[in-house]
């Protein structure tokens, strides 16, 4: 009757560990090449790191019936980790080493019913502004014929990290 899932991640401390020795961009580079361990949510949800340019990142899923909540659907919270996981990398991708972000807030707009019958989506992230203390960024949650299924606007906080002492 039951069902089960099995997965593993990686240290999440060494990805930790080397946020803002680089840039933004070089950091998500390295996890999306593998250089670095991904979050160990991306395992938790089975979503990947495809893209990621200046201003830009691309994150995607296929859904499963593990993504459902009580109805028969996909959760709204893998749709907001989805989007959050979008517009907060587009963010990091700006920064200059010695810079980190954290996420003020995001606020979603859940437009159509994904299941694990939709196939695969992709949660794409982009800069509307970054000034030397916040950013704001959009993400666009979208299907394989690029009709859309959520979005998302997130504000986040940018703030020194200092040198790494390992």
Request: aromatic share 6%; net charge negative.
């Amino acid at each position: 009757m039951g069902r089960s899932r099995t997965y593993e991640w990686g240290d999440p401390s060494i990805t930790a560990g080397a946020v803002g020795q680089a840039s933004g961009l070089e950091f998500l580079r390295e996890v999306r090449s593998g250089k670095l361990p991904a979050a160990p949510i991306a395992a938790t949800l089975d979503f990947t790191l495809d893209e990621v340019d200046e201003g830009r990142a691309v994150f995607s899923i296929t859904p499963g019936e593990e993504h459902y909540n009580p109805i028969g659907s996909v959760h709204g919270g893998v749709y907001a980790t989805l989007l959050d996981s979008a517009a907060g990398c587009a963010v990091q991708s700006t920064l200059p080493p010695g810079t980190g972000y954290t996420s003020l807030d995001l606020s979603v707009k859940f437009l159509k019913r994904i299941t694990a019958d939709t196939g695969r989506v992709r949660a794409i992230g982009t800069v509307v502004s970054r000034g030397r203390q916040t950013a704001l960024a959009e993400a666009r949650l979208v299907d394989e014929n690029d009709r859309l299924l959520a979005h998302a606007t997130s504000s986040c906080m940018l703030f020194p990290v200092p040198p790494s002492t390992a």
